[in-house]
């Protein structure tokens, strides 16, 4: 080893013991013809002391070296002098007296500062991926996911289960996106399919008797990226036989409740047991699927209270069968007609048509454009019923419940930003349950299922398949964590009748079923097992425990939000002879 100890590791203890560190020069100045190198390693860092008078050779080294050059040095820990300890540094009470200096290796001025957290362009990041992982806070994403993956291979390890890898060369394994597709040179005109997920490769272990499989499972996606997105992510793929849905969630729960306390004890679970919600307890409360339970600034139904309350707008929207609603933010009740004029355009956005308010100021006094058209009473009942405040902004939104939903689930996510209501350090982890089994794709005219294929319906809603299936439950689970969905499960099909009952419910050709999906129907016909399972998402739940606001940051090489790699450059043209090779011909597109 080019060292004996870790700059981070030196401490008191180690007093006039020599020893030999190598690492990054973090900082270099000269004081009073002493030179001061903050030496950096992943551990930590630790301040080299190089004297003219005693290793005169060392400090001529030390005037020449600079930031992010790779050193060694040799020397002896001794205290700092009285008052020049450092107490923000863990190695603060000692330094290193240097007797040699050697450069293992200059470095050019770096494209951005690494020894400061200072905004830097991410394009400018990515393209110096190598660089940016050096800086502190990545390398503490990059220790937090190691500690994540690690815990969850010991918890699993210890109650049975085993990691078994399944193959990236496959066949479309849909989970809702674009499949990626890889030609074959061995048989032209042939793809395989990277798995959107391993789905139909666990199930199948478990008609192979596996009984309990993880694997922590790269899944490819083509999709439009967003912030959460990414076109490779990383799953905890997990998988069990014999099990209900309580078994699975059980599990599932206790191994992210552990995770949590053993891996970032600073923050804390909203609750044990999780809350559990279902979804359409979750539309109606929060007005989405992935709600933030860290908050109130719940949703209220006052529809009942709008029938014959002499507003038009209300009273028509309740008479088409829509719905008026409310969130309720406290301390905006002296917003500036200008603000609530941009929280009008904010929800026109998501398809409102307008906003309706009653600001309650801080004396009591109702301000509001529509108080003209209610009686007080019907006034006094609303806000009764809202529980409304000197200091609330009473917000209703009448419209379609789709649109309804959706609105005001976006106004409670923007209170939640503007006035930081929620805390970053509770885990507002919840499941979210009974799943509609299939929602209607008005542009196919079809039905969709609402989690994939192989998700079996609530046992007694089986009938509904057929005779209603628009209300038939799923037996799916969502994982939600702060807002985000960080995994979803379900309790499979597997009866061959059934599964080819969901196909055609769904409008699957059944020579199409057969061809993508036979494997499927046959492995059922020779014993499988009851199963469930899940996929929790590690990207998105290292984003949120690590605080950082998009999963690029909590993985080593991400691409950028067009999907590109822009260190290494990909993707990239390949030469014409691999693209003959793969009977494949490029053709030109305007761009
Ligand atoms: N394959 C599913 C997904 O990727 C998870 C599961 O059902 O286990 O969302």
Redesign the pocket.
């Known amino acids: 080893m080019y060292k004996t100890h870790s700059c981070g590791e030196l401490r008191v203890e180690h007093l006039d013991r020599e020893v030999t560190l190598a690492g990054w020069v973090n900082r270099r100045r000269d004081h009073g013809g002493v030179t001061f190198i903050d030496l950096r390693d992943r551990e930590g860092i630790v301040q080299v002391v190089a004297n003219p008078e005693s290793s005169p050779s060392a400090h001529k080294v030390a005037e020449e070296i600079r930031s992010e050059w790779v050193v060694q040095v040799r020397g002896k820990v001794r205290r700092r002098p009285e008052g020049m300890e450092n107490p923000n540094l863990p190695t603060g009470e000692i330094e290193v007296d240097i007797i040699d200096l050697n450069v293992l290796n200059p470095a050019k001025t770096p494209p951005f500062l690494i020894n400061e957290e200072v905004e830097v362009d991410e394009m400018l990041r990515l393209k110096y991926r190598y660089l940016d992982l050096r800086r502190e806070r990545m390398q503490q994403n990059l220790e937090l996911r190691h500690r994540v993956v690690k815990f969850i291979r010991d918890f699993l390890d210890q109650r049975g289960f085993w990691e078994i890898e399944t193959p990236i060369l496959f066949k479309t394994t849909p989970?809702g996106a674009r499949d990626y597709i890889v030609p074959s040179r061995v048989h032209p005109g042939e793809f395989y399919a990277l798995p959107q997920?391993p789905?139909q490769l666990k199930q199948l272990l478990m008609v192979a008797g596996v009984e309990k499989y993880f694997q922590i499972a790269r899944?490819f996606r083509d999709e439009d990226q967003r912030g959460d997105r990414q076109p490779e992510f990383t799953?905890l793929?997990l998988e069990m036989s014999f099990v209900e849905r309580e078994d699975v969630i059980a599990l599932s729960e206790q191994l992210f409740t552990e995770l949590v306390e053993a891996v970032v004890p600073n923050k804390r679970l909203i609750a044990k047991p999780w809350p559990r919600f279902t979804y359409q307890e979750a539309m109606d409360r929060f007005g989405r699927d992935n709600p933030d339970i860290r908050f109130g600034l719940e949703i209220q139904d006052i529809s009942d209270l709008a029938t014959g309350c002499g507003f038009q707008e209300f009273e028509r929207a309740v008479g088409a069968g829509s719905l008026v609603r409310w969130p309720k933010a406290k301390g905006a009740g002296s917003f500036s007609r200008r603000e609530i004029d941009e929280l009008t355009d904010f929800v026109k956005q998501y398809g409102a048509k307008g906003l309706a308010y009653v600001a309650i100021d801080e004396q009591g006094e109702l301000k509001s454009p529509i108080l003209k058209f209610f009686t007080d009473e019907v006034i006094d009942t609303i806000i009764s019923r809202l529980s409304g405040e000197p200091g609330d902004l009473l917000l209703f939104v009448a419209d379609e419940r789709k649109i309804v939903s959706e609105v005001l689930g976006q106004l409670r996510l923007h209170f939640r930003d503007r006035m930081k209501l929620a805390d970053d350090d509770v885990l507002g982890f919840c499941w979210i349950l009974d799943f509609p089994f299939v929602v209607w794709n008005e542009d196919e005219k079809r039905w969709d299922p609402s989690?994939?294929l192989f998700t079996s319906p609530m046992p007694e809603d089986i009938s509904l398949v057929d005779d209603d299936p628009g209300v038939a439950r799923g037996q799916q689970y969502d994982m939600v964590l702060n807002g985000y969905e960080v995994g979803?499960?379900?309790i499979r099909i597997h009866e061959r009748e059934l599964q080819e009952k969901v196909f055609t419910l769904i409008g699957l050709d059944p020579e199409v079923a057969k061809e993508r999906f036979g494997h499927m129907l046959e492995a059922f016909e020779f014993g499988t097992p009851p199963h469930g399972?899940?996929?929790p998402g590690i990207d998105r739940i290292c984003m949120i425990l690590a605080g950082e606001p998009n999963i690029r940051e909590v993985i080593a090489f991400p691409k950028n939000q067009a999907a590109r790699d822009v260190m290494a450059g990909a993707p990239s043209i390949v030469e014409d002879k691999q693209l003959e090779e793969l009977n494949i011909r490029v053709i030109e597109t305007e761009e």
């Open positions: 989970e997920s789905q899944c799953q793929d989690h994939h979803g499960g379900s399972g899940i996929a």
